[in-house]
Protein backbone atom coordinates (compact mmCIF):
# COMPACT_ATOMS: atom_id res chain seq x y z
CA UNK A 1 0.00 0.00 0.00
CA UNK A 2 1.23 3.45 -0.83
CA UNK A 3 1.96 6.55 2.01
CA UNK A 4 -2.05 7.21 3.13
CA UNK A 5 -2.30 3.82 4.39
CA UNK A 6 0.77 3.41 5.94
CA UNK A 7 0.23 6.42 7.62
CA UNK A 8 -3.45 5.80 8.13
CA UNK A 9 -2.14 2.26 9.85
CA UNK A 10 0.27 3.86 12.35
CA UNK A 11 -3.05 3.83 14.67
CA UNK A 12 -1.49 7.74 15.85
CA UNK A 13 1.97 6.25 17.20
CA UNK A 14 4.76 8.48 16.17
CA UNK A 15 7.19 5.89 16.51
CA UNK A 16 5.54 3.38 14.65
CA UNK A 17 4.39 6.32 11.76
CA UNK A 18 8.26 6.98 10.96
CA UNK A 19 8.84 2.98 10.83
CA UNK A 20 6.06 2.57 8.87
CA UNK A 21 7.16 5.48 6.52
CA UNK A 22 10.26 4.66 5.53
CA UNK A 23 10.39 0.84 4.91
CA UNK A 24 10.77 0.71 1.61
CA UNK A 25 13.75 2.53 2.33
CA UNK A 26 15.42 0.26 4.86
CA UNK A 27 16.67 -2.97 3.74
CA UNK A 28 17.29 -6.50 4.95
CA UNK A 29 19.46 -5.89 8.38
CA UNK A 30 19.54 -1.98 8.86
CA UNK A 31 16.50 -2.39 10.49
CA UNK A 32 18.28 -3.05 13.39
CA UNK A 33 19.81 0.41 13.70
CA UNK A 34 16.69 1.87 14.80
CA UNK A 35 15.23 1.62 18.29
CA UNK A 36 12.35 -1.57 18.90
CA UNK A 37 9.68 1.15 18.03
CA UNK A 38 10.84 2.32 14.73
CA UNK A 39 11.49 -1.43 14.36
CA UNK A 40 7.77 -2.07 15.09
CA UNK A 41 6.63 0.26 12.73
CA UNK A 42 9.41 -1.11 9.85
CA UNK A 43 7.82 -4.94 10.47
CA UNK A 44 3.99 -3.89 10.54
CA UNK A 45 4.46 -2.05 6.76
CA UNK A 46 5.78 -5.39 5.91
CA UNK A 47 3.30 -7.15 6.86
CA UNK A 48 0.48 -4.96 5.64
CA UNK A 49 2.70 -4.92 2.36
CA UNK A 50 2.52 -9.16 2.68
CA UNK A 51 -1.23 -9.08 3.32
CA UNK A 52 -2.16 -6.64 0.61
CA UNK A 53 -0.29 -8.50 -1.90
CA UNK A 54 -2.17 -11.85 -1.10
CA UNK A 55 -5.57 -10.58 -0.76
CA UNK A 56 -7.31 -11.74 -3.37
CA UNK A 57 -9.64 -8.24 -4.06
CA UNK A 58 -5.93 -6.83 -4.53
CA UNK A 59 -5.27 -9.81 -7.14
CA UNK A 60 -8.72 -9.04 -9.01
CA UNK A 61 -7.39 -5.63 -8.68
CA UNK A 62 -4.40 -5.91 -10.70
CA UNK A 63 -6.42 -7.25 -13.81
CA UNK A 64 -7.54 -4.37 -14.43
CA UNK A 65 -4.22 -2.31 -14.73
CA UNK A 66 -2.19 -5.35 -16.30
CA UNK A 67 -3.16 -4.41 -19.46
CA UNK A 68 -1.43 -1.39 -19.59
CA UNK A 69 1.50 -2.41 -17.05
CA UNK A 70 1.78 -5.85 -16.16
CA UNK A 71 3.65 -6.84 -13.51
CA UNK A 72 3.78 -3.48 -11.96
CA UNK A 73 -0.10 -3.46 -11.65
CA UNK A 74 0.53 -3.98 -7.55
CA UNK A 75 2.48 -0.59 -7.45
CA UNK A 76 -0.39 1.26 -9.46
CA UNK A 77 -3.08 -0.44 -7.02
CA UNK A 78 -1.49 0.37 -3.97
CA UNK A 79 -1.38 4.61 -5.10
CA UNK A 80 -5.43 3.77 -5.81
CA UNK A 81 -6.16 2.64 -2.71
CA UNK A 82 -4.71 5.52 -1.32
CA UNK A 83 -7.00 7.49 -3.78
CA UNK A 84 -10.29 5.88 -2.47
CA UNK A 85 -9.07 6.16 1.07
CA UNK A 86 -8.58 9.64 1.08
CA UNK A 87 -11.88 10.29 0.07
CA UNK A 88 -13.90 7.45 2.18
CA UNK A 89 -16.39 9.25 4.41
CA UNK A 90 -15.82 6.07 6.76
CA UNK A 91 -12.31 7.14 7.53
CA UNK A 92 -12.00 11.00 6.75
CA UNK A 93 -14.15 14.17 6.24
CA UNK A 94 -12.27 16.50 3.89
CA UNK A 95 -11.14 18.65 6.96
CA UNK A 96 -9.58 16.11 8.97
CA UNK A 97 -8.19 14.23 5.63
CA UNK A 98 -6.17 17.70 5.42
CA UNK A 99 -5.23 17.64 9.46
CA UNK A 100 -3.87 14.02 9.61
CA UNK A 101 -1.75 14.80 6.69
CA UNK A 102 -0.27 17.85 8.17
CA UNK A 103 -0.06 15.81 11.44
CA UNK A 104 1.59 13.32 9.52
CA UNK A 105 4.05 16.09 8.02
CA UNK A 106 4.68 17.82 10.98
CA UNK A 107 5.52 13.97 13.47
CA UNK A 108 8.05 13.20 10.24
CA UNK A 109 10.11 16.58 10.59
CA UNK A 110 10.82 15.43 14.12
CA UNK A 111 12.33 12.29 13.00
CA UNK A 112 14.71 13.88 10.48
CA UNK A 113 17.85 12.64 11.98
CA UNK A 114 16.90 8.73 11.54
CA UNK A 115 15.16 9.31 7.94
CA UNK A 116 17.17 7.38 5.08
CA UNK A 117 18.39 9.29 2.37
CA UNK A 118 16.42 8.53 0.12
CA UNK A 119 13.39 9.14 2.04
CA UNK A 120 14.67 12.52 3.44
CA UNK A 121 15.24 13.94 -0.46
CA UNK A 122 12.00 12.83 -1.01
CA UNK A 123 10.53 14.00 2.09
CA UNK A 124 10.25 18.07 1.50
CA UNK A 125 8.66 17.23 -1.87
CA UNK A 126 5.98 15.17 -0.26
CA UNK A 127 5.33 18.23 2.20
CA UNK A 128 5.28 21.09 -0.02
CA UNK A 129 3.13 19.11 -2.38
CA UNK A 130 0.63 17.78 0.30
CA UNK A 131 0.66 14.09 -1.54
CA UNK A 132 -1.21 12.31 1.26
CA UNK A 133 -4.03 15.15 0.84
CA UNK A 134 -3.95 15.30 -2.98
CA UNK A 135 -4.51 11.57 -3.24
CA UNK A 136 -7.99 12.86 -3.19
CA UNK A 137 -7.80 14.26 -6.47
CA UNK A 138 -7.95 12.87 -9.76
CA UNK A 139 -4.59 15.13 -10.49
CA UNK A 140 -2.78 14.10 -7.53
CA UNK A 141 -3.98 10.65 -8.25
CA UNK A 142 -2.50 11.20 -11.62
CA UNK A 143 0.81 13.03 -10.82
CA UNK A 144 1.22 9.52 -8.11
CA UNK A 145 0.68 7.39 -11.45
CA UNK A 146 3.74 9.77 -13.12
CA UNK A 147 5.89 8.88 -10.02
CA UNK A 148 5.57 5.05 -9.97
CA UNK A 149 6.19 5.28 -13.92
CA UNK A 150 9.25 7.33 -13.39
CA UNK A 151 10.74 4.73 -11.24
CA UNK A 152 9.78 1.60 -12.76
CA UNK A 153 12.59 0.25 -15.18
CA UNK A 154 10.29 -0.52 -18.21
CA UNK A 155 7.52 1.75 -18.50
CA UNK A 156 7.57 4.77 -20.77
CA UNK A 157 4.69 6.77 -19.08
CA UNK A 158 1.64 6.42 -17.37
CA UNK A 159 -0.91 8.04 -19.50
CA UNK A 160 -2.29 4.16 -20.79
CA UNK A 161 -2.75 3.03 -17.03
CA UNK A 162 -4.31 6.44 -15.89
CA UNK A 163 -7.06 6.03 -18.62
CA UNK A 164 -7.57 2.12 -17.08
CA UNK A 165 -7.79 3.23 -13.87
CA UNK A 166 -10.58 6.03 -15.09
CA UNK A 167 -12.24 3.70 -17.01
CA UNK A 168 -12.91 1.30 -14.39
CA UNK A 169 -13.29 3.48 -11.62
CA UNK A 170 -16.38 2.33 -10.03
CA UNK A 171 -14.76 -1.41 -10.39
CA UNK A 172 -11.71 -0.74 -8.57
CA UNK A 173 -13.41 1.44 -5.76
CA UNK A 174 -15.37 -1.78 -4.95
CA UNK A 175 -12.13 -3.30 -4.62
CA UNK A 176 -11.36 -0.99 -2.15
CA UNK A 177 -14.08 -1.27 -0.10
CA UNK A 178 -13.72 -5.06 0.04
CA UNK A 179 -10.05 -4.87 0.65
CA UNK A 180 -9.53 -1.95 3.20
CA UNK A 181 -12.34 -3.33 5.83
CA UNK A 182 -9.80 -6.23 6.54
CA UNK A 183 -6.49 -4.58 5.97
CA UNK A 184 -7.34 -2.55 8.67
CA UNK A 185 -8.19 -5.40 11.11
CA UNK A 186 -5.16 -7.19 10.23
CA UNK A 187 -2.84 -4.11 10.94
CA UNK A 188 -4.75 -3.63 14.23
CA UNK A 189 -3.79 -7.20 15.03
CA UNK A 190 -0.42 -6.85 14.22
CA UNK A 191 -0.01 -4.07 16.04
CA UNK A 192 -1.72 -5.09 19.23
CA UNK A 193 0.67 -8.40 19.12
CA UNK A 194 3.43 -5.91 19.03
CA UNK A 195 3.22 -3.84 21.96
Request: net charge neutral.
Amino acid sequence: MNYLAHAYLSFNQPEILAGNMISDFIKGKKRFDFNKDIQKGIMLHRSIDAFTDAHETTKQAKQFLKPAVGLYAGAFIDVAYDHFLALDKNEFTDESLVQFSLNVYTTLDNFQSILPGNFARMFPYMKSDNWLYNYSTLNGIEKSFNGVARRAKYLEDSRSVFELFQKNYTALKECYEDFFIDVKRFAYKEFIAMN
